[in-house]
């Protein structure tokens, strides 16, 4: 494992991923004010346990694809480098976007929102 990218995976996911989550999480369940976000509170709450229960587990897939396509682009694109500590994670890497999944990927690892291996 590199270093480099195991550092930057460990920030990724807590900071980008484990944070979406969390605030998607807190929009639903009305524990944010502002009037948007109440007004999804409440759609939300006026669902079928079953239907708030599908979204929860939608919420987690969605930002991984998020994550996943960004990870792609730097693949996709090698006008644009991430840079980690001064250097590219991309050359570091064969496939960032791949980072992500497996047993010992940067979501299994470093997560502690909920994750469900497809």
Known sequence: ??????NFGKIFIKDVRDRTITDIDMITGGKYLSKPDL?????????????QGFIK???PDIVDN???????MFEEHEEI????????LNKLSDGLSGELYTEDGWIQSYTCERYFEK
């Open 57 to 59: 587990s939608l919420i």
């Open 1 to 6: 494992m590199n270093t480099y990218l195991q």
């Open 81 to 88: 480098n991430l840079l980690f500590e001064g250097k590219d």
């Open 66 to 72: 998020c994550l996943h396509n960004f990870l792609n």
């Open 39 to 51: 007004e999804i509170a409440k759609k939300f709450s006026s669902l079928d346990v079953e239907s």
